[in-house]
């Protein structure tokens, strides 16, 4: 069951959810619930707990093209509710 799964290893969890929002570099915080086969009341809960694990990192990726080394951060913006890659300086 898919639900086992996210619970036995959350950092794995996040990794495909942080692979998803990079994909789209703004993504609807519906489409991810869909996207992960979430339903509302459970997202509501896992919702908060990737908010709070992304608020903790700091990723390095590359940007496409142009092979530039970046660091960045996903980030759920409350107003808009979606979930964006942001590149720090």
Do not use: C
């Amino acid at each position: 069951e898919n639900k086992l799964k996210r619970t036995g290893n959350f950092e794995h969890f996040s990794n495909h959810a942080r692979r998803l929002i990079i994909d789209e570099g703004i993504m609807p915080d519906v489409t991810l619930m869909e996207k992960l086969n979430f339903t509302p009341p459970s997202w509501k809960i896992w919702k908060a707990k990737l908010i709070e694990w992304f608020s903790l990192k700091r990723y390095t990726g590359t940007i496409k093209g142009s092979g530039e080394k970046v660091q960045y951060k996903i980030v759920y913006i409350k107003t808009a509710k979606t979930w964006n890659v942001i590149i720090s300086d």
